[in-house]
């Protein structure tokens, strides 16, 4: 069983403190009042794992909540995509009212949306490629109405930059969470032939490379991405247990975009 599960039934032998810990406290009915002195500095120990994991997944539905809102409204499509997050983490009836209050939380207008992002960058101890999967989250959650306003543009980039991703990396991101959506859309029209040449396209700006682009670097750039998502890698960084069935998603949909590309130049 996750920490997750424990948490819920009672076994829960650690406090995450700060703002994230109110937050997830408030949440699941759970106080914390302990601070984060001193934590940049300490060293990395098994304990922190579960700091991680419990971050992960506080400020992922709580920040969710408030790209969602920062529009004026949650629309149903934003409010889908957090279920179907849920849905696909398998959460208990317990930790699924927990995810739908962090979401609720993150939409008032007094979130500390600061000091949650500061918090997490903390916990993640520099974890790169955990904080490009949250960040990743956030695009689509941006996108999930079908429209990318100012608004929301501005605000993913303020996130970016508190967790330390440049815009040139938030743009990269953001053009990968694009062409996945179309790419996965254009599965299911793929005998028309337009729709099979914007799905070559979008393969590769699934790997972020050009269509100009030689085979040693299409592999190199499957590698590298297959590698920063995979499953078993990121829960050992402190992705939530829970949450190891969205990186597989991501590495299907990373390896169908390298198939198109690879059957389409005969390597």
Same mark, same amino acid.
């Given at each position: 069983? =996750?920490? +997750?599960?424990?948490?819920? &039934?009672?076994? $829960?032998? !650690? *406090? +995450?403190? %700060? /703002?994230? &810990?109110?937050? !997830?406290?408030? =949440?699941?009915?759970? #106080? !914390?009042?302990? &601070?984060?002195?001193? *934590?940049?500095?300490?060293? $990395?120990? /098994?304990?922190?794992?579960?700091?991680? #994991?419990?971050? !992960? $997944?506080? @400020?992922?539905? @709580?920040?969710? %909540?408030?790209? @969602?809102?920062?529009?004026?409204?949650? =629309?149903?499509?934003?409010? %889908?995509?957090?279920?179907?997050?849920?849905?696909?983490?398998?959460?208990? /009836?317990?930790?699924?009212e927990a995810a739908i209050q962090l979401f609720q939380q993150g939409k008032q207008t007094d979130f500390p949306l600061k000091e949650v992002l500061r918090q997490f960058r903390v916990e993640c101890h520099r974890r790169t490629n955990l904080v490009r999967m949250f960040v990743e989250i956030q695009i689509q959650a941006a996108f999930a109405d079908g429209v990318y306003d100012a608004k929301e543009e501005k605000l993913l980039l303020d996130i970016c930059a508190q967790l330390g991703l440049s815009r040139f990396e938030y743009q990269i991101i953001k053009g990968q969470v694009q062409a996945q959506h179309r790419f996965q859309q254009s599965g299911e029209q793929f005998h028309e032939a337009k729709a099979g040449s914007s799905k070559l396209e979008d393969a590769y700006a699934v790997l972020g490379v050009s269509g100009t682009a030689d085979d040693a670097e299409v592999k190199k750039a499957y590698r590298r991405l297959m590698s920063q998502h995979h499953p078993d890698k990121?829960?050992?960084?402190?992705? /939530?247990?829970?949450?190891?069935? *969205?990186a597989k998603q991501k590495t299907q949909q990373i390896r169908k975009a390298y198939e198109t590309i690879r059957e389409t130049r005969g390597f």
């Open positions: 069983m =996750s920490w +997750l599960g424990k948490l819920v &039934g009672g076994a $829960f032998g !650690f *406090m +995450l403190g %700060g /703002p994230l &810990g109110a937050i !997830f406290g408030a =949440s699941v009915g759970h #106080q !914390f009042d302990t &601070g984060l002195d001193g *934590m940049a500095g300490e060293s $990395f120990n /098994p304990g922190d794992q579960q700091r991680v #994991q419990m971050a !992960f $997944f506080t @400020a992922t539905f @709580a920040v969710m %909540g408030h790209v @969602a809102k920062v529009d004026g409204r949650v =629309s149903n499509e934003e409010i %889908g995509l957090a279920k179907r997050v849920m849905d696909n983490m398998e959460l208990s /009836p317990e930790l699924r990121l829960v050992a960084k402190g992705l /939530p247990e829970e949450m190891m069935q *969205m």
